[in-house]
């Protein structure tokens, strides 16, 4: 009786835990190029009472064990990297990324961190940065007066100088890919830093060896689908009260066997 106990409350955490994880793709509706995750599960182990296979007394084989689970738990969160929609800011520093890839960002401490976000701002001095304040890299500094700052699909940077009639090539923004993206480490800022699970950077022009392209004057925006979370939420929710019923049923049934008298 105790097992049925235990085991329906690894079911309670495990909706718990899906419910958090619904809860956070909500709240990220508006986030510019979040990425839904979605939870995995696991059986966990068995009791096996008997074997399958096990032989009788008169020599015949069991077609079929006996095996009792103990529960479920998390097997991991996949974040799932499906284009957000384009949305038109006529900012021209807003740039969004069609197809695969990641900005590079210079973190404060050196190392670089990846984003999708392209929301991008200019420093005192005249340097791209994101809104935190960070670089992006490769580093590209306007020129003091530039005038018509534009971003060509496979990333050239130009802009017009007073007097000039012709474009001038400031710099290039570069992507960079993963074979395993599920694999990064969410920092949160619409941060990613890469682990042994994402492989290494696989860095190239947009366009080039896979890599999208960019779309100026766009923000890529989230890919949560809000139906597609309100389903899950009800079924998470249904699913709790069907496992705290199971608790309900197994602590009565002890009731029961508690008030046996001889």
């Known amino acids: 009786m ?34 839904r995750t979605r939870v995995e599960f696991q059986d966990l182990m068995y009791q096996a009472i008997r074997e399958p296979g096990v ?31 384009p949305n038109r800011t006529e900012n021209p520093m807003d740039v969004a990324i069609s197809g695969e890839g990641f900005f590079q960002i210079t973190m404060p401490d050196g190392s670089t961190g990846y984003t999708r ?27 003091e007066g530039a005038q018509e700052f534009q971003v060509t699909p496979d990333g050239r940077v130009t802009v ?36 042994e699970a994402s492989g290494v950077p696989i860095v190239s022009l947009p366009g080039e060896d896979g890599a999208g392209v960019l779309m100026q004057r766009y923000i890529e925006s989230s890919n949560v689908q809000i139906v597609d979370e309100m389903v899950s939420m009800i079924a998470a929710q249904r699913a709790y ?22």
Request: proline share 4%; glycine share 12%.
């Open 2 to 35: 105790l097992r049925s106990l235990m085991t329906a409350a690894t079911g309670m955490e495990a909706m718990q835990f899906y419910m958090d994880n619904i809860s956070n793709n909500l709240s990220n509706l508006h986030t510019n190029g979040f990425k």
């Open 55 to 85: 032989r009788n007394f008169e020599g015949g084989m069991a077609p079929a064990g006996i095996e009792v689970g103990l529960g479920v738990k998390p097997a991991g969160t996949m974040r799932v990297f499906e284009q957000g929609s």
């Open 117 to 143: 976000d392209g929301s991008f701002k200019l420093s005192s001095d005249g340097t791209l940065i994101t809104s935190a304040g960070f670089f992006v890299e490769p580093q590209i500094v306007l020129p």
């Open 160 to 195: 017009l100088m007073p007097g000039d009639d012709i474009s001038m090539e400031i710099g290039q923004l570069e992507l960079v890919r993963f074979i395993n993206p599920s694999g990064l480490r969410a920092l949160g800022g619409n941060l990613f830093m890469s682990s």
């Open 241 to 262: 009260e069907i496992v705290s019923k199971a608790i309900q049923v197994s602590e009565e049934m002890l009731q029961v066997a508690n008030n046996l008298k001889r």
